[in-house]
Nanobody, 115 residues
Framework: QVQLVESGGGLVQAGGSLRLSCAAS????????MGWFRQAPGKERELVAS????????YYADSVKGRFTISRDNAKNTVYLQMNSLKPEDTAVYYC????????WGQGTQVTVSS
């Protein structure tokens, strides 16, 4: 059974940076496109970034393009999300999952950006 554990969230001022990590266990990591999703209070969960297994293709939502960078370490079964120039509207719980999401969701990691 696939387990996803997100970490690295926290409270940061606008303009600051955070690096999120997602440790995945129980899967063959080399193949799936993995993504980072977020859910703000009262809003639906949305995909913010994803990376194909070959690392040749990435996707970024327009709202984070140029500020967030997704990366992965297949040997460590870990996906990262480097978030720079954070804005208050980036406040949300961040999750990783396959893109499209097929695994059970982890607990997520809270990111709070103060103005």
């Amino acid at each position: 059974q696939v387990q996803l554990v997100e970490s690295g969230g926290g409270l940061v001022q606008a303009g600051g940076s955070l690096r999120l990590s997602c440790a995945a266990s129980g899967l063959t990591f080399n193949r799936p496109t993995m993504g980072w999703f977020r859910q703000a209070p009262g809003k639906e969960r949305e995909l913010v970034a994803s990376m194909s297994w070959s690392e040749g293709m990435t996707y970024y939502a327009d709202s984070v393009k140029g500020r967030f960078t997704i990366s992965r370490d297949n040997a460590k079964n870990t996906v990262y999300l480097q978030m720079n120039s954070l804005k208050p509207e980036d406040t949300a719980v961040y999750y990783c999952n396959r893109d499209p999401p097929t695994f059970s969701w982890g607990q997520g990691t809270q990111v709070t950006v103060s103005s």
